[in-house]
């Protein structure tokens, strides 16, 4: 059966489309995008990590930390959430947009944007709370 070249060719773009959104980031970002969370899965670890970039951050750095200190965020399905000592960031433009009022859920992690900040728990409702002014580990 031969199909016709525009079928053919829409159906090469569709299977383009759905291996690129695989292969995207696996996350969101917050309508103001001062906030970005991607969802990891290493050796069945499901692990979401949150950066903020504009934060008043009043955690004291630690003694042992000699990189970045107090906007980055990051936490198991399972087991407390913690701040990072970190070289690296999960801010990524290509992250889709959580609107606020919604939830974003993955892994045994739910979100949810307001435009206060950012909430995120995992499975034990452990997690931390995101905004400019205020960051809190629960």
């Given at each position: ?48 990590r949150c950066d903020i970039m ?85």
């Open positions: 059966m031969r199909l016709p070249l525009n079928v053919l060719g829409l159906s090469l773009l569709l299977l383009a489309g759905s291996a690129h959104a695989q292969s995207g980031p696996a996350g969101f970002q917050s309508p103001s995008k001062n906030i970005a969370c991607a969802y990891f899965d290493y050796d069945k670890q499901n692990t979401l504009e934060a008043t951050v009043t955690a004291r750095r630690p003694a042992d930390c000699d990189l970045e200190w107090g906007k980055a965020f990051e936490m198991r399905s399972k087991g407390d959430a913690v701040r990072l000592c970190y070289g690296d960031t999960v801010m990524d433009s290509k992250m889709p947009v959580l609107a606020y009022g919604e939830v974003w859920q993955r892994g045994g992690f739910t979100c949810t944007s307001e435009q206060s900040g950012v909430t995120c728990f995992n499975a034990e409702r452990r997690g931390f709370s995101l905004s400019r002014a205020k960051q809190d580990l629960f």
